[in-house]
């Protein structure tokens, strides 16, 4: 089991950047996949990033390739997703969420047994 906190969302600028992280406490962090998904209002749920306790490349949706990374420091218990270049359409609240051993696609939220509370990420054009 494992429980997840999220940080570092803001009200910025178009053009500007944000980190935000997920803190997970619990055991064997390191063998969970972990994922951001936002929701804006009156939309629904959508996968944003995902990486992999296996290695290999990590997935992004086609909105924001380029502009955003995730990371991963195992050591510290903690996936990153850096975000760069914002537009007004990456305000959402913005979950992070985790799956233990998961491989799969990462589309879909239901995969993933644990979640933070969400961190609001406001973009003002």
């Known amino acids: 089991q494992v429980q997840l906190a999220e940080s570092g969302g803001g009200l910025v600028q178009a053009g500007d950047s944000l980190r935000l992280s997920c803190a997970a406490s619990?055991?064997?962090?390191?063998?969970?996949?972990v994922a951001w998904f936002r929701q804006a209002p009156g939309k629904e749920r959508e996968f944003v990033a995902g990486i992999s306790w296996a290695g290999g490349m990590p997935k992004y949706a086609d909105s924001v390739k380029g502009r955003f990374t995730i990371s991963r420091d195992n050591a510290k218990n903690t996936v990153y997703l850096q975000m760069n270049s914002l537009i007004p359409e990456d305000t959402a609240v913005h979950y992070c969420?985790?799956?233990?051993?998961?491989?799969?696609?990462?589309?879909?939220?239901?995969?993933?047994?644990?979640w933070g509370q969400g961190t609001q990420v406001t973009v003002s054009s």
């Open positions: 619990g055991r064997s962090f390191s063998t969970y996949s």
């Open positions: 969420a985790a799956s233990q051993f998961y491989r799969g696609s990462y589309v879909s939220g239901a995969d993933f047994a644990y």
